[in-house]
């Protein structure tokens, strides 16, 4: 007898058909949908709520946004109020400081070695050390003002003439006959500033031999595109002079030159910069080392979130600075031999470096302007002593003769006799109070360089004050506010070099971009 396959494989696929339709049914209450829904309604459906999933999803992830900013905001015032319980806590010390009837005295830049940077509120950033004139601020009687000039260069002239007829008679006027009678001239830039593109191609001949002999580029001429000893000298002065960021500067020539540059290649035509001036910054060394008076400071610099320090060294007619990561002597060793350092009076502050054994500097001039910020940190911390006070006077009448040019090795050994009576004088100040207090540090630093307070009584080549090594430090302070840190070492160091050859050209009266356009196009020749 035989078997019916075909009925046998319809009840089969009516089976799974009842099986799918039961759990299309159960799927559809899960989701609470209608159980009747066709296909095509039920594909909406679904569309629908992956619409509205998707906007939960995007909802939660708001929220979550939101948490983490919270939680964010919520740090951040945890450091806030750790921040304003330290100085709750300083304030009680304060207090604590008044009750034992000393007067509290916050150190900021008008009284110590503080930078600016780091005054607290209602602090003035800047204060003289001068007594006051009693004149008024601005020119004064007797001095001789001065005025813009006009330019000899002129590239157009313009004429303007009176009307044709006389305003007074009627009569015509003879143009002929007319004079200038005033001139004025106005000073403006041609538009468009355009760069020129030369356009270099090599050429190639075929012998009746068979071979082709080709032409060769300059060297200078090593790249695709490169660019000319203008645009580098004018990027490294902007950069490093004018504190002109990477950005910005891309942005500048972009804007006024039509000139395409990248941040890429800025960094290089700094790194450039700093090849080609190797010798002009060895030769500025060598002016420093062969002076007879010479000045150096340092200033940290940050480098990648890393404290570094930019080094300098220099006098009359150059700047040498130099980028390290160390603040130690070896410093000074490295660029300076021993018998170089000896051959020279040095201008510095009191940071041990300069002092050491294996150090050259035998002869030094401390700085005045630094001692009369810590005199007047101790003339208001410890008021009931007169100690700070007299030397304050003592340290501005010396000054005083040398601006007199009253000065000699009488002058000095009177101010030498007048600052030992100082120094033998009793403290004010008991044990009780503490022998470790501020003023008996500084009676302690001002004994222990005492040889080297008026060096500059007896030599007129040496300065009071060590400013003009602040002042070759100063731009690079300004460089950090402005693009927050060097992005590497190499790039400070190319800043070292190149900030060298401009502070040096500025002192001896030269055009700093002009001197970086000789650099560059030298070593493009």
């Excluded at 007319?178 to 830039?189: E, G, L, N």
């Excluded at 030094?364 to 810590?374: S, V």
């Excluded at 927050?484 to 070099?497: D, H």
Aim: aromatic share 6%; hydrophobic share 35%.
């Amino acid at each position: 007898m035989k078997k019916n396959f075909n009925t046998g494989l319809g009840k089969s696929v009516e089976a799974d058909r009842v099986k799918l339709s039961r759990r299309r049914r159960q799927i559809l209450r899960e989701l609470g949908l209608c159980e009747e829904l066709d296909s095509t309604e039920l594909a909406e459906r679904l569309l629908v709520q992956a619409k509205i999933n998707r906007a939960l999803v995007k909802t939660l992830e708001e929220k979550d946004r939101e948490l983490a900013r919270m939680d964010l905001i919520l740090s951040v015032r945890d450091s806030e109020i750790k921040v304003k319980e330290a100085r709750i806590a300083e304030f009680a010390s304060h207090v604590a400081e008044l009750g034992s009837g000393r007067k509290p005295v916050i150190k900021n830049s008008t009284n110590s070695s503080v930078p600016p940077s780091g005054n607290p509120i209602g602090i003035r950033h800047t204060q003289s050390q001068r007594k006051p004139s009693g004149r008024k601020s601005g020119g004064q009687k007797g001095h001789s003002g001065s005025t813009l000039l006009q330019s000899e260069n002129v590239t157009e002239t313009q004429q303007w003439y009176p009307v044709s007829v006389c305003p007074e008679c009627g009569k015509p006027l003879e143009m002929d006959a007319a004079i200038v009678s005033a001139t004025r001239q106005v000073v403006d830039i041609p538009l468009p500033i355009a760069a020129t593109v030369v356009n270099h191609m090599t050429m190639q001949v075929k012998c009746s031999c068979g071979h082709c002999s080709k032409g060769q580029f300059p060297e200078e001429v090593n790249a695709p595109v490169s660019f000319g000893p203008n645009i580098m000298a004018m990027t490294s002065y902007l950069s490093t002079y004018q504190n002109v960021p990477f950005k910005r500067l891309t942005h500048l020539y972009e804007t006024i030159f039509g000139l395409h540059i990248s941040e890429g290649s800025v960094s290089n035509m700094l790194k450039a910069m700093r090849k080609f001036s190797k010798t002009p910054y060895e030769m500025i060394r060598q002016k420093v080392a062969e002076g007879k008076v010479a000045g150096a400071d340092e200033t940290g610099i940050n480098v990648n979130g890393k404290n570094n320090w930019l080094w300098a060294f220099q006098n009359a007619v150059a700047t040498f600075l130099a980028f390290d990561s160390s603040r130690s002597h070896h410093v000074i060793n490295k660029h300076f031999t021993g018998e170089e350092q000896g051959n020279m009076v040095w201008v510095t502050d009191r940071l041990p470096a300069y002092f050491m054994g294996d150090v050259g500097m035998e002869d030094h001039q401390i700085c005045i302007a630094h001692l009369l910020r810590n005199l007047t940190y101790t003339m208001q911390a410890f008021p009931d002593d007169p100690w700070s006070l007299d030397m304050l006077d003592l340290l501005r009448d010396s000054v005083h003769h040398r601006n007199e040019n009253d000065i000699g090795e009488a002058v000095r050994k009177d101010m030498e006799e007048r600052l030992d009576k100082l120094l033998e004088r009793p403290s004010v100040y008991t044990k009780e109070d503490g022998e470790n207090n501020e003023l008996d540090k500084l009676k302690k630093g001002i004994t222990k360089h005492r040889d080297y307070i008026f060096t500059f009584l007896t030599n007129p080549a040496v300065p009071p004050t060590n400013n003009d090594s602040e002042k070759a430090l100063r731009p690079a302070k300004t460089k950090l506010k402005v693009s927050g840190c060097f992005r590497s070492e190499e790039g400070a160091g190319n800043y070292a070099t190149v900030a060298s050859v401009i502070q040096t050209a500025v002192k001896n009266g030269q055009n700093p971009f002009e001197v970086l356009r000789v650099i560059a196009s030298l070593a493009k020749a």
